[in-house]
Structure formats: structure tokens, C-alpha cells
């Protein structure tokens, strides 16, 4: 047997040639796709990584925030009543203490000024609480107020006769908020739609009228969870006490 080295030497540069051309156009940028594809596979688990410590580290602080806005919202809106419901029993003594000096001009004159200055004594008095409301309101994140009164609202609506929340969720519900829901619209939304069902449908406007908190206006119905809604009620409630003691 012998050995062709002229054959055996051409077929060697032959495969030499044809391992540089394949390292070249084949296996380099394969080698360069495959590391370009385990960088953007591992930026990629980075981005998720960051991501998901950035959504508990808000959880958290959300967590923490809702843990104070409770306790917070009763102490200031009581001292806000305090401080009302003294000025108006100020002004009370003030008027009582005018109707006093008038009162020889005939007992019809002075019910009737007494009731001028009562009345006086209630706007006042309403102006007041709703002015020391709003200054209160400044100090609490909004988005955790919002929150916090989200649960009250969606509590009334749960508390609904079925027929009334059946109508409530056919129809185009108007949701009112006292300020902008920011990070908070997507859980305000949820809740809704948690009790409503998940067809109902919202729109949002703000109104700073509310001070703070949020209400539901539909064609069938209204329901409210905001300061102005606990104001005009307490105020409400003082104007019935002094017709009975009267």
C-alpha cells in the first residue's frame, strides 16, 4: 500500500481551509449571537430584579403610610370640631349677650334677631370647620387619604340594597375625588370594581370642594365618604338640636 502525499497534503489544506473559513463565517458569529443573547438574558434578570424590589420596597412604604392615616384623620378632624364647635359656642354667648340688651323692643324682635344671629353663628361656624378641615388636609399625602377613605366608600356601596347596587353597576358611575388619585386610580378602580363587577363604568373628576375623601354620583343615586359630606351633616345635626331647645 502506498500513500499519495501530494493528495494527502491537498486534502489537508483543503479541510484547513475550510475550518478557517467556518471559524470565520460561521463559528465567530454564532459565538458572538449566543454572548450577545446571555447579556440581554441577564440585563434582562436584572431589570426584573430591580423592578420587583422596587414594587415591595413601595408596598412597604404604602403599608406604612396607611398604618398612620387613620388614627391621624380622627384626631385632626376631631380637633377641627373642638376648635369649631368652640368659636360657635363664642359666638353664641356674643349674640346672646346682644339679643339681651334689645330685648324691651318686644319678645318678637328679639326671636327675631336671635334667629338672624344663630344663623350667623352657623355659617360661621361651618366656614370655620371647613377652613381648619382644608389646612388639616395639607399635612396627609393624598394619595394616602384617598386610600383611606376608599374603604369607607366601598363599604357603603357593599351595604346597598341589591336591587340599588345592580342599578348602580348598569349604570355610568361618576366618581368624585377631592384630589387627583395619582398612584392610587388603579386600586380606587379595583375596589369598584370589586363591588360593582368588573364591567362597571368609571370616570373620574376631582373636585377640592370634598376637602377630602370621595363620593359616588350616578343618575339613581349618591353615596358619600368625604369631609364636606361629615361637615354639612354635623352641621346639620347642631342646627336640629338648637330647634328642639328652642
Do not use: C, Y
Amino acid at each position: 500500500m502506498s500513500i499519495d502525499w501530494w493528495t494527502l497534503a491537498f486534502q489537508t489544506i483543503n479541510v484547513l481551509i475550510l475550518v478557517g473559513l467556518l471559524a470565520r463565517f460561521f463559528f465567530r458569529p454564532v459565538a458572538e449571537i449566543v454572548a450577545r443573547r446571555k447579556a440581554e438574558i441577564a440585563r434582562s434578570l436584572d431589570d426584573a430584579r430591580t423592578a420587583r424590589e422596587e414594587a415591595d420596597r413601595l408596598k412597604v412604604e404604602r403599608e406604612a403610610r396607611l398604618a398612620t392615616v387613620g388614627p391621624e384623620r380622627d384626631r385632626l378632624f376631631a380637633a377641627a370640631e373642638a376648635e369649631a364647635e368652640k368659636h360657635r359656642q363664642g359666638l353664641v354667648a356674643a349674640a346672646e349677650a346682644e339679643a339681651a340688651k334689645v330685648r324691651e323692643a318686644g319678645e318678637a324682635d328679639v326671636a327675631r334677631d336671635r334667629a338672624a344671629a344663630e344663623r350667623a353663628v352657623a355659617g360661621h361656624a361651618s366656614q370655620l370647620a371647613f377652613a381648619i378641615a382644608r389646612r388639616l388636609v395639607e399635612r396627609i399625602p393624598a394619595e394616602a387619604l384617598t386610600l383611606a377613605f376608599l374603604d369607607g366608600l366601598v363599604a357603603q356601596v357593599a351595604a346597598l340594597p341589591d336591587d340599588d347596587r345592580r342599578r348602580l353597576a348598569a349604570e355610568d358611575v361618576h366618581l368624585v375625588s377631592a384630589a387627583p388619585l395619582g398612584d392610587a386610580e388603579p386600586a380606587v378602580r379595583a375596589a369598584l370594581a370589586g363591588v360593582l363587577g368588573d364591567g362597571v363604568s368609571v370616570s373620574v373628576t376631582v373636585d377640592p370642594a370634598l376637602i377630602a375623601g370621595l363620593e359616588i354620583q350616578a343618575a339613581s343615586l349618591v353615596v358619600r365618604n368625604s369631609w364636606r359630606a361629615d361637615l354639612e351633616r354635623i352641621q346639620k345635626e347642631v342646627s336640629s338640636e338648637r330647634r328642639h331647645a328652642a
